[in-house]
């Protein structure tokens, strides 16, 4: 847990800032307090920025925002820690509901706060609360200042950071934008102040590009039309043979066979019934007559597998009809 580092010297910048104006003093947070809000502008974006004295110049009408399509109102709280942005953001009343809420860090947590630790939690309160209120909110960070210690408002900046990126919030980073050596940014008053000029120029600007990548549209996604489908094609399988080509396999001679007379063609398979009449009716059938005595001689030679000797007697032959 790290304190607050005593103050190692007092610098200020040497740019021109005005002297500030007296502002009715807030019921709730007693400090100075002013709330602005821009006249309705159908072609504009309200934006709606909430921070401490760096905004006193916005607020007076000082120092102009860039020109375009958004509008902005203020709510200045000079010398107010988070919690006591807290508070006055709690008891706001804007006629309308701004597009968008930038909340400037508040830089006077380096002094308001014992620690960075009791630091980042006042803040996440604020930021809950701005969110509770509003849609849409992002976070710039606060300006540097020339006196007080740099590693101590690195590490406030990186506890606001961390604070903001737990809760999904934008925040913009903007100390690359003043270098200590400049000291024009800053005004001869103080070290804490920017300039109206050199520093709250860069400012202004920085505010402006943080609310223009807040609201900015993303261009919609490219439609692929679909592809039309190809038809499928239709086609014939080939019979390809690679070497010998092997004859065909003679037919079993055991099968039927159907033959016609003054015709070769045969067919293969068991026979059909008007195949059997065909085939009885295509051979002319010529009987043989035995006598006994040959039968006899025949079954001596090739004994018969009957019980009994055949004996076998001529037909009478058929009678002629005159």
Aim: net charge positive.
């Amino acid at each position: 847990m790290m304190r607050v580092p005593p103050l190692l010297h007092v610098s200020r910048g040497t740019g021109y800032r005005h002297s500030a104006r007296t502002w009715p003093t807030s019921p709730f947070t007693g400090r100075q307090h002013k709330l602005v809000v821009p006249p309705e502008s159908p072609d504009k974006k309200f934006v709606l920025i909430v921070g401490d004295s760096h905004l006193r110049a916005l607020v007076d009408g000082l120092v102009n925002m860039p020109v375009g399509c958004l509008s902005f109102g203020f709510m200045s709280t000079p010398g107010a820690s988070a919690s006591q942005l807290r508070t006055e953001v709690q008891h706001a009343v804007l006629p309308r509901i701004p597009e968008a809420v930038c909340l400037l860090a508040p830089s006077n947590n380096l002094t308001a706060s014992r620690t960075v630790d009791e630091a980042a939690i006042d803040f996440a309160k604020l930021l809950t609360t701005v969110r509770n209120r509003w849609p849409k909110v992002f976070v710039v960070d606060f300006p540097p200042r020339l006196n007080a210690e740099v590693s101590y408002q690195d590490l406030l900046r990186q506890e606001f950071h961390r604070v903001a990126a737990r809760m999904g919030v934008k925040y913009s980073s903007v100390a690359e934008h003043f270098p200590l050596t400049r000291l024009e940014l800053w005004s001869r008053k103080d070290g804490v102040h920017l300039s109206d000029h050199e520093g709250m120029g860069i400012l202004a600007q920085l505010l402006w590009s943080a609310a223009m990548q807040q609201l900015e549209t993303p261009p919609p996604a490219p439609q692929v039309s679909p592809r039309p489908s190809q038809p499928l094609r239709k086609f014939s399988p080939k019979l390809v043979v690679v070497g010998d080509v092997l004859a065909p396999r003679s037919p079993d001679p055991f099968q039927w066979r159907t033959a016609r007379q003054g015709s070769k063609v045969s067919q293969p398979g068991k026979p059909s019934p008007s195949q059997q009449q065909e085939k009885e009716s295509s051979f002319p059938l010529n009987p043989v007559w035995f006598s006994s005595a040959t039968l006899r001689a025949m079954e001596e030679v090739s004994p018969s597998t009957l019980s009994h000797p055949v004996d076998c007697q001529p037909s009478p032959k058929p009678k002629r009809v005159i």
